[in-house]
């Protein structure tokens, strides 16, 4: 048993260069790539009693790369999708429906690239439907400064999608369906 530990590090000086350029052909960015090459020397880490001796090992290794990137390839699915819903609850937010799918993806994008203080407070507002008082114990604030906080997040966004070009008439001011925002 003393001797896995040496065993892995000589099958990881061995094979890393290997695993890492398979899994940089096969990722759309050098940070999945990094975490692709991660978790499958964490995999033959634990499971290095079923790593084979020499050339055997590197395609030992192939083999949970190739399942890692499966794993990889099936959350950023997932991960997609749960983009495109959200997208749609967005949509679905304001009483004013965009007059095209590019004024909503323009939305959906303009949210995304607000801080992440300001995201938070609308998405406790708009999402959860919490009031000042229930934000203030969730972030450990006060109310007043909810309040204070909440105004210039709304005003950030409204200036953001009217800089964007996304407009709304006086009927549909920038408040959920809900009446929240």
Not at 8 to 22: C, D, H, K, N, Q
Request: charged share 25%.
């Amino acid at each position: 048993m003393g001797s896995e530990p040496a065993r892995f590090e000589s099958v990881y000086r061995e094979t890393y260069g290997r695993i890492t350029a398979y899994a940089v052909r096969r990722c759309h960015s050098p940070q999945d790539a990094a975490d692709v090459v991660a978790e499958t020397f964490a995999i033959a880490w634990r499971r290095m009693g079923e790593v084979p001796d020499g050339e055997q090992a590197t395609l030992w290794l192939y083999g949970v790369a190739r399942k890692v990137l499966a794993n990889h390839y099936r959350v950023e699915v997932r991960r997609q999708a749960l983009n495109v819903e959200l997208d749609a609850e967005m949509a679905d937010l304001y009483q004013a429906a965009p007059d095209s799918g590019v004024e909503l993806t323009a939305i959906a994008q303009i949210f995304r690239a607000l801080p992440d203080t300001d995201r938070e407070l609308l998405s406790l507002v708009a999402w959860e439907g919490l009031d000042r008082q229930q934000i203030a114990a969730v972030l450990g604030m006060s109310r007043n400064a909810v309040r204070i906080r909440l105004h210039r997040a709304r005003r950030r966004f409204a200036r953001a999608l009217a800089e964007a070009g996304v407009h709304f008439t006086s009927e549909s001011r920038l408040t959920p369906a809900e009446g929240h925002l």
